[in-house]
């Protein structure tokens, strides 16, 4: 079965710091990737996706993630983070061997900003 | 442009009972998906519905099923709940267009069960 491990459970960081949140995935097939965000109260919202082409994606709000195939890994970054960064951020894969749109999640990363 | 919407916010049910939770999606879109999130972890997926048929089902038991009417809009049906089913239950919409589609996810029912 497909697993994410997003290795980083907490991370606390002060602003203007640079951001790293690892996820692997395993699946040797072709894959969509995405990162997801959960700002406290509000519901998840799609950060970026990686479907095909370029291995580095940029999303909203300055992120980025890079797709490195021989690694099984995509990884969300930011140069430098703000306190309204302060968020739970989710990797989830989607397998795309039965043809159907299936995420499978991460346990999720949870930042913290201070100002 | 509405967004995913699911109702009710929030739900208090005892063991035992029985419990509905609906969706609307994104407009233009026609998939729907649940996920369900507990505490601490990343939301799993229980179920997908596409032109009105569960196309594909994750490890639920039966006592989870669900509906899509022809609006597109969706049911998330549990029985006999157990305390463990306590967890915000997460709706996604998407279009079918192949191979790469984007879910939306609509901000979740909290379900306690007592």
């Known amino acids: 079965a497909q697993s994410v491990s997003q290795h980083n459970h907490h991370v606390i960081l002060s602003e203007a710091a640079s951001l790293e949140l690892g996820c692997n995935y395993s699946?040797?097939?072709?894959?969509?990737l995405f990162w997801y965000v959960q700002y406290p109260g509000q519901h998840l919202q799609l950060l970026l996706k990686?479907?095909?082409?370029?291995?580095l994606v940029k999303g909203i709000k300055g992120f980025e993630a890079e797709f490195i195939k021989s690694k099984f890994s995509f990884n969300l970054r930011k140069p430098s983070v703000q306190w309204s960064d302060t968020a739970e951020y989710f990797c989830?894969?989607?397998?795309?061997?039965?043809?159907?749109?299936?995420?499978?999640f991460g346990t999720g990363t949870r930042l913290l900003v201070s100002p | 442009d509405a967004g995913v919407t699911q109702s009710p916010t929030h739900l208090i049910k005892t063991r035992g009972q029985q419990v509905t939770l609906r969706c609307s999606p994104k407009?233009?879109?026609?998939?729907v998906s649940w996920y369900q999130q507990a505490l601490g972890q990343g939301p799993q997926f229980i179920f997908q519905?596409?032109?009105?048929?569960?196309?594909q089902r994750g490890n639920f038991p039966d006592r989870f099923s669900g509906h899509q009417y022809p609006n597109y809009s969706s049911e998330l049906n549990v029985n006999a709940l157990l305390l463990g089913d306590s967890a915000l239950y997460l709706c996604?919409?998407?279009?079918?267009?192949?191979?790469?589609?984007?879910?939306?996810f609509g901000p979740g029912t909290r379900l306690l069960v007592l």
């Open positions: 996604a919409s998407s279009y079918t267009q192949g191979m790469s589609e984007t879910q939306y």
């Open positions: 699946y040797g097939g072709t894959v969509n």
């Open positions: 990686y479907f095909s082409g370029d291995p």
């Open positions: 989830a894969v989607n397998t795309l061997n039965t043809g159907f749109q299936k995420l499978v």
């Open positions: 407009s233009g879109h026609d998939t």
């Open positions: 519905y596409y032109e009105e048929e569960e196309r």
